[in-house]
């Protein structure tokens, strides 16, 4: 019996342990051309995560690609515990391949605890997941204009499914506000009882169509030829349990592009409103001189 693409993805964000604080995480190619950087960010927090008391989650966490991943070799992940004190504990991750670094991240955990409440709504005014085409849909709809070394991977089955509430054209992009609603959801139920492993699923889920934000309101997408796009950082809050049971709403903007960086923003709402999580994000934007 052939493994779903949910159990494939959860097999890969786990991380083996290969030396003390010291683990290894497989590679996956996307068609992206490179490591997809919500990869390298899931498995550095499960990485952290093997090495934190088990009465604490993952609060935040911040991190920096510093060279394009490669997806034909392994990952090394090497943790430093800064600090583990009686509610919080900090680890610094340096994710590498060849012995360079390509991505940092320094990740907090937090003991539970009860305390003040409050959150954003969830924005109302977002046509619902029901009758969207998913973004794998519309990707096959068009793979005869996407590069043939590309195309296979680019239409592969996926683990996530993504439908963006008012999509645009891949190609020929009007200019719009800087504002993208997409819903998504895991393809099947992740029956993993690791809390970290479902934090890791979501934030792989969350670099997915951000960086894409900043180009609405000057008519650009990852398609269009002559644009460079690619995450310089990425940001991550739980503010609540994770929970990946049915439709997540993604509700992204992007308030600022200045110096060939786009500067993005989204919200994590479960299926019943809950906000659990905030994601913030600067992207490298950068137009072919020729």
């Not at 610094?92 to 605890?113: D, T």
Request: hydrophobic fraction near 40%.
């Amino acid at each position: 019996m052939s493994s779903s693409p949910l159990d494939n993805l959860l097999k890969l964000l786990k991380v083996t342990p290969v030396e003390s604080d010291v683990f290894v995480g497989h590679a996956q190619d996307l068609g992206f051309g490179q490591l997809f950087g919500g990869h390298v960010l899931a498995q550095s927090l499960m990485a952290a995560a093997q090495t934190i008391e088990s009465d604490r989650l993952c609060h935040s966490l911040h991190g920096y690609f510093l060279r394009l991943g490669r997806t034909n070799e392994p990952i090394h992940y090497e943790v430093d515990r800064v600090r583990s004190g009686q509610s919080f504990s900090t680890r610094l991750v340096v994710a590498k391949q060849g012995g360079v670094a390509i991505f940092s991240m320094s990740a907090s955990f937090q003991r539970l605890e009860p305390g003040f409440s409050h959150q954003d709504s969830m924005p109302q005014n977002v046509k619902g997941p029901d009758g969207l085409l998913s973004e794998l849909e519309r990707v096959r709809s068009v793979k005869e204009k996407i590069p043939e070394k590309a195309r296979d991977a680019l239409t592969a089955d996926r683990a996530i499914e993504i439908r963006v509430a008012d999509p645009v054209d891949y190609f020929s992009p009007e200019q719009r506000p800087a504002i993208k609603n997409s819903w998504f959801r895991t393809l099947g139920s992740v029956q993993d009882p690791d809390p970290y492993l479902h934090q890791a699923v979501l934030a792989y889920a969350s670099d997915f169509g951000l960086a894409s934000t900043a180009g609405m309101p000057h008519g650009f997408t990852f398609f269009k030829p002559g644009i460079q796009i690619a995450s310089l950082d990425h940001s991550l809050w739980f503010h609540r349990a994770v929970d990946l049971d049915g439709w997540m709403l993604y509700a992204k903007d992007s308030p600022s592009a200045a110096g060939a960086r786009g500067f993005n923003r989204g919200q994590i709402f479960s299926h019943d409103g809950q906000l659990m999580a905030s994601v913030a994000q600067e992207s490298l934007i950068r137009v072919a001189k020729k």
